[in-house]
């Protein structure tokens, strides 16, 4: 039997992550910012780390977690900060590469990568 990793306060890894999922579902006051700080953590894994889409999607679904908590939540704003400025952290590595991709001059006319 595998065990889970866990800090003595929060389940880590992807059981934990999955564990978190469900019980959200079941009492989000009670798990959304456990949810919300696992899904931070995932969205610095190493299965992640090349994948920006799935970055995004993990911080996204922990700014959701977080802000369902209530507003006087003892860790709504923590969580929910965290949540933020890694999502923000991630949208100015995007843009950084963006801009490198495209040189100094920016982009130039419509040709280029489709949807952009």
């Known amino acids: 039997m595998r065990l889970l990793s866990h800090d003595g306060r929060v389940l880590r890894g992807r059981e934990g992550l999955w564990v978190y999922r ?22 610095g894994w190493a299965q992640v780390a090349g994948r920006t889409a799935a970055r ?22 923590k969580v929910l900060g965290r949540a ?24 130039q006319g419509s040709q280029g990568r489709a949807g952009w």
Do not use: D, N, T
């Open 22 to 43: 469900v019980l959200f579902g079941v009492s989000p006051q009670v798990y959304g910012s456990k949810l919300a700080h696992v899904l931070v953590e995932a969205s």
């Open 56 to 77: 995004r999607a993990l911080l996204e679904e922990a700014v959701a977690a977080a802000g369902v908590l209530e507003v006087g939540h003892p860790f709504r704003a």
């Open 84 to 107: 933020l400025e890694a999502l923000a952290a991630l949208e100015q590595q995007e843009q950084q590469e963006q801009q490198g991709q495209h040189g100094p001059q920016g982009r």
